[in-house]
């Protein structure tokens, strides 16, 4: 099994900084992809940001710009840094990693976090 440990959301005022951070752990071969989804009240869970292996990242639009995702192999920990940040920013967000195990892909999921933006 691998355990995912999220970190640094809190609330913030519009225009604020946040970084969120998730470490990996448990039976870990090799991490193929780490990413971050977010889910605000009566809406789908949606990607924001995301990191595969030998790629670079991909950002939905509404954060290009305001948002980086990078990640530590050696840690197997992701961060993802937000600036400017906007009351419809408000969501759990959620740590999402697919790990490779006997040449099998696993997908994993963090707690969720909350991210409160007040205007």
């Known amino acids: 099994q691998v355990q995912l440990v999220e970190s640094g959301g809190g609330l913030v005022q519009a225009g604020g900084s946040l970084r969120l951070s998730c470490t990996a752990s448990?039976?870990?071969?090799?991490?193929?992809?780490m990413a971050w989804y977010r889910q605000a009240p009566g809406k789908e869970r949606e990607l924001v940001a995301g990191?595969?292996?030998?790629?670079?990242?991909n950002y939905a639009d509404s954060v290009k710009g305001r948002f980086t995702i990078s990640r530590d192999n050696a840690k197997n920990t992701v961060w993802m840094q937000m600036s400017s940040l906007k009351p419809e920013d408000t969501a759990v967000y959620y740590c999402?990693?697919?790990?490779?195990?006997?040449?099998?892909?696993?997908?994993?999921w963090g707690q969720g976090t909350q991210v409160t933006v007040s205007s």
């Open positions: 990191l595969s292996s030998g790629s670079s990242a």
């Open positions: 999402n990693v697919v790990v490779e195990r006997s040449l099998r892909n696993y997908e994993y």
């Open positions: 448990g039976s870990i071969f090799r991490i193929k992809a």
